[in-house]
């Protein structure tokens, strides 16, 4: 068997989507997985709405809304009261909600999509070394006990929390627990506070149940609590749970579980994303709560990142553009585990004071608006922008999208039909959109930018949310495959363009 271009170890949902982005960019691939199977169980249950707009790329985010369900807002209650209400209704883009469906069921529908473009998981197939001495040699232990030697020329460690990639590269894991007993719970469940198309969080003097429904049937409960016996226990029972919700003050009545774990968390985020040509995505690169529902969203995107970058690389750009997936990626880590660090620590206070100041400012914050759309923009993973990148480039121009800036998918004026600017953009390929350029300027672009999708957009396309974010003078866009705006000029800068073209291999 020929060496591959790149080793993906670890398939889970990071790993198959890397492997989905490097072979719908013709890529070659092995994945391999030291488990002999897929997630059984709903350990990550939320898939965000920029995870949604990916999985349209791939064409299956609409599979997944039909196996999930929509949860269209986030309450949080203190001492039974209600004192914060976030709305995803107003989120930019085609998919305002969070999507509550089982990780067994994403993988599946990863599993599948990826399978349909030539990768399949080799299971019960374990790393054993890894060097780089400077070229990649990888050792894979087989179930059989035979051994194989390759040497990729790429590796992704998307193999978790214990990586044995970040591990045989000497790459710290830097953090440590956060000091609260967890257990989970997926339970029939009746009474008043029994959540419908939301998610709800009730804390009572530091400790914090976490509830939503994952069907009309099951609801999943998450307990964080300042109590250590739940967790020393290696089992949980009904009573657990049951004792805790009762002692959170929720009125809920626990009938039956299909599913009881306790668990430990910690944050913690690699000291380096990329090592040579080795680099980590998901939990190998970064740990925290389940404040927000943002793991398995932020792996996914991870990857995103990092593949188009090798395949430009792979037709010819400079290596150094990889240098920028960790100046990226690190950067939302970082603010990740700022985030839900601080998030646990509101949530799970025990001081009075505190308590009192944060259930008085909480319900007056949110109600602003500019809180609420930074609030869901973040857990959304909608805001995230690379405006600072040291790849990204912006000539400037009227409009409020900036270079860096994640791209909505905007409905657009079509007399009959219903459209929008996204329809189409199914190939990981760049594309430009010339904003109110002569037919002459669009030809230069499509010569100029032969590896690109050059396509010709007019103000009067747009409807009002467009027209604010693109302006109205005559400019250029440049879209990267990631779905964020790598490049914005007017019109004259074609040296500028060139120059950004060759660091993104599309001349």
């Not at 000497?170 to 719970?185: D, R």
């Given at each position: 068997?020929?060496?591959?271009?790149?080793?993906?170890?670890?398939?889970?949902?990071?790993?198959?989507?890397?492997?989905?982005?490097?072979?719908?960019?013709?890529?070659?691939?092995?994945?391999?997985?030291?488990?002999?199977?897929?997630?059984?169980?709903?350990?990550?249950?939320?898939?965000?709405?920029?995870?949604?707009?990916?999985?349209?790329?791939?064409?299956?985010?609409?599979?997944?809304?039909?196996?999930?369900?929509?949860?269209?807002?986030?309450?949080?209650?203190?001492?039974?009261?209600?004192?914060?209400?976030?709305?995803?209704?107003?989120?930019?883009?085609?998919?305002?909600?969070?999507?509550?469906?089982?990780?067994?069921?994403?993988?599946?529908?990863?599993?599948?999509?990826?399978?349909?473009?030539?990768?399949?998981?080799?299971?019960?197939?374990?790393?054993?070394?890894?060097?780089?001495?400077?070229?990649?040699?990888?050792?894979?232990?087989?179930?059989?006990?035979?051994?194989?030697?390759?040497?990729?020329?790429?590796?992704?460690?998307?193999?978790?929390?214990?990586?044995?990639?970040?591990?045989?590269?000497?790459?710290?894991?830097?953090?440590?627990?956060?000091?609260?007993?967890?257990?989970?719970?997926?339970?029939?469940?009746?009474?008043?506070?029994?959540?419908?198309?939301?998610?709800?969080?009730?804390?009572?003097?530091?400790?914090?149940?976490?509830?939503?429904?994952?069907?009309?049937?099951?609801?999943?409960?998450?307990?964080?609590?300042?109590e250590q016996q739940a967790a020393e226990k290696r089992e949980i029972a009904i009573e657990d749970v049951q004792r805790a919700v009762d002692r959170i003050g929720a009125r809920a009545k626990i009938k039956s579980a299909e599913w009881l774990t306790p668990f430990h968390v910690n944050d913690r985020q690699a000291k380096h994303y990329r090592i040579g040509n080795v680099f980590l995505a998901g939990d190998a690169s970064h740990i925290h709560s389940p404040v927000g529902g943002q793991g398995m969203n932020t792996g996914i995107q991870d990857v995103a990142n990092l593949a188009w970058k090798l395949a430009a690389v792979g037709r010819g750009a400079s290596d150094t553009l990889l240098d920028s997936y960790e100046e990226e990626r690190g950067e939302v880590g970082k603010?990740?585990?700022?985030?839900?660090?601080?998030?646990?620590?509101?949530?799970?206070?025990?001081?009075?004071?505190?308590?009192?100041?944060?259930?008085?400012?909480?319900?007056?914050?949110?109600?602003?608006?500019?809180?609420?759309?930074?609030?869901?923009?973040?857990?959304?993973?909608?805001?995230?922008?690379?405006?600072?990148?040291?790849?990204?480039?912006?000539?400037?121009?009227?409009?409020?999208?900036?270079?860096?800036?994640?791209?909505?998918?905007?409905?657009?004026?079509?007399?009959?039909?219903?459209?929008?600017?996204?329809?189409?953009?199914?190939?990981?390929?760049?594309?430009?959109?010339?904003?109110?350029?002569?037919?002459?300027?669009?030809?230069?672009?499509?010569?100029?930018?032969?590896?690109?999708?050059?396509?010709?957009?007019?103000?009067?396309?747009?409807?009002?949310?467009?027209?604010?974010?693109?302006?109205?003078?005559?400019?250029?866009?440049?879209?990267?495959?990631?779905?964020?705006?790598?490049?914005?000029?007017?019109?004259?800068?074609?040296?500028?363009?060139?120059?950004?073209?060759?660091?993104?291999?599309?001349?």
């Amino acid at each position: 068997m020929a060496d591959p271009q790149v080793l993906i170890v670890g398939a889970g949902p990071t790993g198959m989507t890397a492997a989905i982005e490097l072979r719908r960019a013709g890529m070659d691939v092995r994945i391999v997985d030291k488990s002999d199977h897929m997630a059984r169980y709903s350990q990550a249950l939320v898939v965000q709405a920029r995870t949604l707009e990916q999985l349209q790329r791939y064409g299956i985010a609409e599979e997944a809304i039909a196996r999930g369900r929509k949860l269209n807002e986030a309450k949080f209650y203190s001492e039974g009261k209600l004192i914060v209400d976030f709305k995803l209704e107003h989120l930019d883009g085609r998919y305002p909600f969070a999507l509550f469906i089982p990780q067994s069921e994403t993988e599946k529908l990863l599993n599948g999509y990826m399978e349909s473009l030539g990768a399949r998981t080799e299971r019960s197939v374990e790393l054993l070394e890894l060097k780089q001495e400077p070229d990649l040699h990888a050792t894979l232990r087989h179930p059989d006990g035979g051994t194989e030697e390759i040497a990729p020329q790429w590796v992704i460690g998307a193999d978790g929390a214990h990586s044995t990639v970040r591990e045989k590269m000497g790459v710290s894991f830097e953090g440590g627990g956060v000091g609260l007993s967890f257990f989970l719970a997926d339970c029939e469940v009746e009474g008043p506070d029994v959540p419908g198309d939301e998610l709800s969080l009730h804390v009572h003097h530091g400790d914090v149940l976490f509830m939503a429904k994952l069907n009309e049937r099951i609801v999943r409960l998450i307990v964080a609590t300042h109590e250590q016996q739940a967790a020393e226990k290696r089992e949980i029972a009904i009573e657990d749970v049951q004792r805790a919700v009762d002692r959170i003050g929720a009125r809920a009545k626990i009938k039956s579980a299909e599913w009881l774990t306790p668990f430990h968390v910690n944050d913690r985020q690699a000291k380096h994303y990329r090592i040579g040509n080795v680099f980590l995505a998901g939990d190998a690169s970064h740990i925290h709560s389940p404040v927000g529902g943002q793991g398995m969203n932020t792996g996914i995107q991870d990857v995103a990142n990092l593949a188009w970058k090798l395949a430009a690389v792979g037709r010819g750009a400079s290596d150094t553009l990889l240098d920028s997936y960790e100046e990226e990626r690190g950067e939302v880590g970082k603010a990740l585990l700022r985030f839900t660090e601080r998030g646990l620590k509101v949530a799970t206070t025990s001081n009075p004071v505190v308590e009192r100041v944060r259930d008085v400012l909480g319900p007056l914050l949110s109600m602003l608006d500019p809180v609420q759309q930074r609030a869901v923009g973040f857990i959304s993973e909608t805001a995230i922008e690379y405006r600072s990148s040291s790849i990204v480039h912006d000539y400037g121009g009227d409009g409020h999208l900036r270079a860096g800036d994640r791209l909505p998918d905007l409905p657009l004026r079509s007399p009959g039909r219903q459209t929008t600017l996204l329809d189409g953009w199914t190939v990981p390929r760049h594309r430009v959109f010339g904003l109110n350029l002569d037919q002459d300027d669009i030809q230069t672009m499509r010569t100029d930018l032969p590896n690109a999708d050059v396509v010709p957009l007019a103000t009067t396309d747009l409807q009002y949310e467009g027209r604010r974010l693109f302006g109205d003078d005559g400019k250029i866009f440049v879209l990267r495959p990631d779905g964020y705006l790598g490049f914005r000029s007017p019109m004259g800068f074609r040296v500028e363009l060139l120059k950004y073209a060759r660091q993104d291999a599309l001349a």
